[in-house]
């Protein structure tokens, strides 16, 4: 589903922050990506959303090479993927409700659409009572858990989640992996990035491709090895 | 889907309106205050142009005629004066008028009756009173009727007097003045426009510097261009409305304030203008106030734009 080729990204500087990079990632997996702050990761997911292009090597989202997307199809693209960012980035004007309801106005739902699925989607993250808050009302965790919602209600094929749980505290880490886990059960694809030895630990067997210094230095099944 | 879109940009245009609330205040402060300007401007440049008109009607060249020219040759001076381009206007005053004018004005001094009426005949000659179509144009006419009188070869000459050179130190002067008042003007107009339309956007700018993460967020999540800058857009229409309801508004009593101090000095009611024209000050500070609103929002949400 999703294709990296020898990728590699070098800024003006000349540091290579990406080195030939090659990773196929099947559609309904659950894939994180660890490695220490500086690996290449956030770069590697920047070039995956189109926000950055590689020097060499193409990056494939099923048969579409990302760097050829014309700017104004970009956000239809944007719309196959959801993210989560570390920080959240929620619409701080916005309630809950409106910051998912948001998502949907953009993609073109219709009303009907979007008044039957956000508070669906905001019970999947256990959040229902709160959709009226702002932002500043929300404590981290759920904060975090209206962006998962915002990310997942136009059914992504793949769900992007960059450091989700930095900010976290373990008991919020936890309830987010779990939300992750349930979404990925749901059929779409996750992709996390991840620094935290105890979020590869409850993942199990899944799938963890390890970076240093740009390059991918292991890509196997369960562990945390740095 | 269009509709849809439309009546969603326009919902979220009032409510991030309504929740910027000291943001947005300050914005349609700004521009109130560039719309003052623009209504300052008008108002005052019609109250110069009014007071100018009234200078202008009030200055003529006077011909005198001799008492022995008659009424024929006058009028054949009146006719030769009319081709002149510069010429707008000539005023024939009879000889038995001008007496008569002369008896009005002088009807309570007693010496002056007597000593016309020892008189056999009239001692005043006809008059011409020409206007001009520009004042700078006084001095040409002048020329012309010097000629006359001394390149004459009609004998006896009938100009008995041209007051030109009494008034020409004083159509000269406002002459000048009028040049200077006017180029003056001209650039303090530019400067004040200018400036105010840069405070203004800066403001709007500031405004939409603070959403811009907003506006990064809300590409990453999907939203296509229109649907971002639509709501900042429609942000800057509800300034520029607001903005020039308060304008009109304000003016009233700052109008109303000093209006009699105006009509003393340029004996010219602003405040009845004002009001007479009052759809025509609304209609310019609404077009001024909107278009000002959205430039400056299509401008600053482009800056983000590119990501």
Do not use: C
Not at chain 1, 135 to 151: D, T, W
Not at chain 2, 29 to 41: A, R
Not at chain 2, 253 to 272: G, R, T, Y
Not at chain 2, 280 to 288: E, I, K, N, R, W
Request: no cysteine; glycine share 6%; charged share 20%.
């Amino acid at each position: 589903m999703i294709y990296f080729d020898k990728v590699t990204k070098k800024y003006l500087d000349g540091v290579k922050v990406v080195k030939d990079v090659s990773l196929t990632i099947e559609p309904e997996e659950f894939v994180s990506i660890v490695g220490h702050s500086g690996a290449g990761k956030t770069t590697l997911l920047r070039m995956l959303l189109g926000e950055e292009a590689p020097t060499s090597g193409v990056v494939f989202f099923e048969s579409t090479n990302i760097n050829k997307i014309r700017k104004t199809q970009m956000n239809k693209y944007r719309r196959r993927i959801g993210i989560v960012f570390q920080d959240f980035r929620l619409l701080p004007n916005r309630t809950a409700y409106e910051n998912v309801a948001f998502a949907m106005e953009a993609a073109g739902r219709t009303d009907d659409e979007i008044i039957s699925d956000v508070p669906h989607v905001l019970n999947l993250v256990d959040l229902g009572e709160k959709h009226g808050s702002f932002p500043q009302e929300l404590s981290g965790g759920e904060q975090q858990r209206v962006a998962i919602a915002r990310a997942i209600v136009n059914q992504p094929d793949v769900l992007i989640a960059d450091e989700p749980t930095g900010n976290l505290d373990p008991d919020n880490t936890e309830d987010i992996i779990k939300i992750l886990k349930k979404v990925n059960e749901l059929g779409t694809t996750v992709i996390l990035t991840t620094h935290n030895k105890d979020v590869i630990n409850s993942l199990g067997r899944k799938r963890v491709i390890t970076m240093e210094g740009g390059e991918v230095v292991r890509d196997g099944n369960g562990g945390y090895v740095l | 889907m269009i509709t849809t879109t439309i009546r969603r940009i326009i919902k979220t245009g009032f409510t991030n309106f309504w929740r910027n609330g000291i943001v947005s205040i300050s914005s349609i402060l700004m521009m109130t205050v560039t719309l003052s300007v623009v209504i300052f401007l008008l108002l005052s440049s019609n109250l110069f142009s009014l007071t100018l008109d009234r200078v202008k009607n009030e200055i003529d060249i006077n011909v005198y005629a001799t008492t022995e020219a008659t009424p024929e040759e006058v009028l054949k001076l009146k006719q030769d004066l009319e081709f002149l381009p510069e010429v707008d206007t000539i005023e024939y005053i009879s000889r038995e008028q001008v007496l008569s004018n002369f008896r009005e004005k002088h009807r309570n001094d007693e010496q002056i009756i007597q000593a016309l009426e020892a008189l056999e005949e009239s001692p005043l000659g006809a008059v011409l009173n020409i206007k001009a179509k520009e004042i700078s144009q006084y001095s040409g006419i002048a020329k012309f009727l010097e000629s006359k009188t001394v390149l004459s070869d009609e004998d006896p000459n009938i100009v008995e007097k041209v007051n030109y050179a009494q008034n020409k130190i004083m159509i000269e002067g406002l002459n000048k003045t009028i040049n200077a008042v006017h180029k003056f003007g001209i650039a303090l107009v530019i400067i004040l426009i200018v400036v105010s339309i840069l405070i203004t956007f800066n403001t709007i700018r500031l405004v939409i510097f603070i959403s811009r993460e907003e506006i990064k967020v809300m590409r990453l999540v999907g939203a296509n261009n229109t649907f971002i800058r639509g709501p900042f857009i429609f942000e800057g229409i509800i300034y520029g409305v607001m903005a020039s309801f308060i304008t009109i508004i304000l003016s009233y009593p700052v109008l109303f304030w000093v209006n009699p101090f105006i009509e003393k000095i340029f004996l010219i009611d602003l405040l009845s203008y004002f009001f007479s024209n009052i759809f025509m000050f609304f209609g310019v500070s609404l077009v001024v106030g909107t278009f000002l609103g959205i430039i400056s929002s299509i401008l600053a949400v482009r800056k983000y734009l590119k990501v």
